[in-house]
């Protein structure tokens, strides 16, 4: 499972059993996230969470990452043996714009903040299934 974290909505996506292809899952708010994340393990085996990174350009952390550690507590808190994986999220956002354009979403769905969420949080799962580091 892989989380695109905002202070308001968190993209999540999750892949298939092989682990090749990264789907968007859904977007609930910030608040509900470690409980979302929580449930889904009591019925879907979770074998990591990848949490996107926020970095600035500078590559220095973003203030969101505070956000994203509180996030993580909670989560830790509620699945403990859960490994978790950062990935850098910097590019993400623009990706996921694009990929939406060339998938041919209507100009009107794609100003919907969830979906473009989503599609980040797929974006973050799929560059960590494509990574070396993960083997």
Do not use: C, H
Request: aromatic content about 6%; overall charge neutral.
């Amino acid at each position: 499972m892989a989380i695109d974290y905002g202070t308001k909505r968190v993209g999540i996506a999750v892949t298939d059993s092989l682990q090749i292809i990264a789907t968007g899952l859904t977007t609930v708010t910030a608040d509900e996230a470690p409980k979302f994340v929580f449930e889904y393990a009591q019925k879907e085996e979770l074998e990591t969470l990848v949490v996107g990174e926020a970095r600035r350009w500078n590559n220095e952390l973003n203030e969101v990452e505070n956000d994203i550690q509180s996030f993580l507590s909670k989560v830790r808190k509620l699945l403990p043996d859960l490994p978790v994986k950062r990935v850098d999220e910097r590019f993400t956002s623009s990706l996921a714009m694009d990929s939406m354009i060339q998938s041919g979403v209507k100009k009107k769905d794609r100003r919907k903040k969830e979906l473009l969420d989503e599609v980040s949080a797929t974006i973050i799962l799929q560059s960590y299934l494509s990574s070396k580091d993960r083997l």
